[in-house]
């Protein structure tokens, strides 16, 4: 079955420090992947996607992420975290056949230290 | 360019009142979906729309009902509100299913007493 695991569920980095939040999924076929931001009382904004191509593709506000097919992974990079970067983080798998499915992680929550 | 909007932002019920959730969006999208977002458990799919005038069960649709007015407008029904109920609820819509990003509302939080 199709699922999206987010094994942290808080983070907390200093102000100007890297950032990687993981993502791994399951899913039988190359999926498309995205990773969404939610501010405080906000919906979610999109930050990148995956769909083919290149395996590291960049996204708004800095962020990058990385397919890494042998590992099932998608993880999210930031060079230098901002303290406006403290949020909630999804990572999310399309699935590109059979039954729609669109599932997303359980989100990990980031709070940046000035 | 209002992308996408719900209403109301917040709502109290009583237990075993009804009420509609609201959602429309101005990008001319195909596809329309309604979540609820429970903490620690992300998102979850209730009714998605892949185009007007069809309508599919998600992850969590009992309890629930949806109608797709037309191509803009998307709308959650509780017919009997229940405790399980209280969550954030989030309206989104996209170009097309599984491929595509989603654009969301700000969200509903709703509240059953």
């Known amino acids: 079955a199709q699922s999206v695991t987010q094994p942290d569920i808080h983070i907390t980095v200093s102000e100007g420090a890297s950032l990687e939040l993981r993502c791994n999924y399951s899913?039988?076929?190359?999926?498309?992947l995205f990773w969404y931001v939610q501010s405080p009382g906000q919906g979610l904004q999109l930050l990148l996607k995956?769909?083919?191509?290149?395996?590291l593709v960049q996204g708004i506000k800095g962020f990058e992420a990385e397919f890494k097919r042998s590992q099932s992974s998608f993880n999210l990079r930031k060079p230098s975290v901002h303290w406006s970067d403290a949020a909630e983080y999804f990572c999310?798998?399309?699935?590109?056949?059979?039954?729609?499915?669109?599932?997303f992680g359980t989100g990990t929550r980031l709070k940046v230290l000035a | 360019n209002a992308g996408v909007t719900q209403t109301p932002k917040f709502q109290v019920l009583k237990t075993g009142q009804s009420m509609t959730l609201q959602c429309a969006q101005d990008m001319n999208h195909n596809s329309m979906y309604w979540y609820r977002q429970d903490p620690g458990m992300g998102l979850r799919l209730i009714y998605y729309s892949a185009s007007e005038g069809t309508t599919d069960k998600g992850e969590v649709p009992n309890g629930y009902n949806v109608s797709r007015l037309n191509k803009r407008e998307f709308s959650l029904r509780l017919e009997s509100a229940a405790p399980s109920q209280t969550s954030v609820y989030f309206c989104?819509?996209?170009?097309?299913?599984?491929?595509?990003?989603?654009?969301f509302g700000p969200g509903t939080r709703l509240t059953v007493t």
């Open positions: 989104a819509s996209s170009p097309g299913l599984a491929a595509y990003e989603q654009y």
């Open positions: 899913y039988g076929a190359t999926p498309y």
């Open positions: 999310a798998v399309g699935a590109t056949s059979g039954t729609y499915k669109y599932i």
């Open positions: 995956y769909f083919s191509g290149d395996t």
